[in-house]
Antibody, heavy 126, light 111 residues
Framework: QVQLQESGPGLVKPSETLSLTCTVS????????WSWIRQPPGKGLEWIGY???????NYNPSLKSRVTISVDTSKNQFSLKLSSVTAADTAVYYC????????????????????WGQGTLVTVSS | QSVLTQPPSASGTPGQRVTISCSGS????????VNWYQQLPGTAPKLLIY???QRPSGVPDRFSGSKSGTSASLAISGLQSEDEADYYC????????????FGGGTKLTVL
């Protein structure tokens, strides 16, 4: 089955750019939407954004000015860049695939996320 | 402050039935389907219910979801100790070019 694995630095300095990569294994990145979601320590989940394998994106309005999500289909990977980070960006960052359902011979993307990566903790500190 | 409102905590004894509510608005739950996630301690969230009331393969039928108007509920029957976890609701929100919103999460304790 499809598995996702986040990778990247666990420590980022304030005002710098956080960069993470999600590697998809066990399936193709094609024909799906792929998302980033984060969870500050002890707090709830926050959707960051998603990218379609073709490159189209949609971002959380509250983070839009600082977020870039990109995809590399040749490597079966997609990436997150979050600029000008502060301590408030300290969180476990998860990558996940948007679900898909099929009806009447056509398939559509759903709003749910499955599967998820195991998550990676990124701490913003000098 | 989360867009979707959940009670911060819920509890029940083994074998009981518990429900967790999720309240939203016309731009999210009122016009889109609701999904639920279970997050066991120290692990990534796992999809529990999608499209209001659909269970992914492998999720026990003790878990069920429903939606009415701008609110949704997750019900867990025959409560088991391994159900102790955080539960999150989520939905698409049509405002601001569309985005995903989550509830603040409900910590379920099995007494």
């Amino acid at each position: 089955q499809v598995q996702l694995q986040e990778s990247g630095p666990g420590l980022v300095k304030p005002s710098e750019t956080l960069s993470l990569t999600c590697t998809v294994s066990g399936g193709s990145i094609s024909s799906y939407y792929w998302s980033w979601i984060r969870q500050p320590p002890g707090k709830g989940l926050e959707w960051i954004g998603y990218i379609y394998y073709s490159g189209s994106t949609n971002y959380n309005p509250s983070l839009k000015s600082r977020v870039t999500i990109s995809v590399d289909t040749s490597k079966n990977q997609f990436s997150l860049k979050l600029s000008s980070v502060t301590a408030a960006d300290t969180a476990v960052y998860y990558c996940a695939r948007r679900g898909k359902y099929c009806s009447g011979g056509s398939c559509y993307s759903g709003s749910w996320f499955d599967p998820w990566g195991q998550g990676t903790l990124v701490t913003v500190s000098s | 402050q989360s867009v979707l409102t959940q009670p911060p905590s819920a509890s029940g004894t083994p074998g009981q039935r518990v429900t967790i509510s999720c309240s939203g608005s016309s731009s999210n739950i009122g016009s889109n389907t609701v999904n639920w996630y279970q997050q066991l301690p120290g692990t990534a969230p796992k999809l529990l219910i999608y499209s209001n009331n659909q269970r992914p393969s492998g999720v026990p039928d003790r878990f069920s979801g429903s939606k009415s108007g701008t609110s949704a509920s997750l019900a867990i029957s025959g409560l088991q100790s391994e159900d102790e976890a955080d539960y999150y609701c989520a939905a698409w929100d049509d405002s601001l070019n569309g985005h995903v919103v989550f509830g603040g999460g409900t910590k379920l304790t099995v007494l």
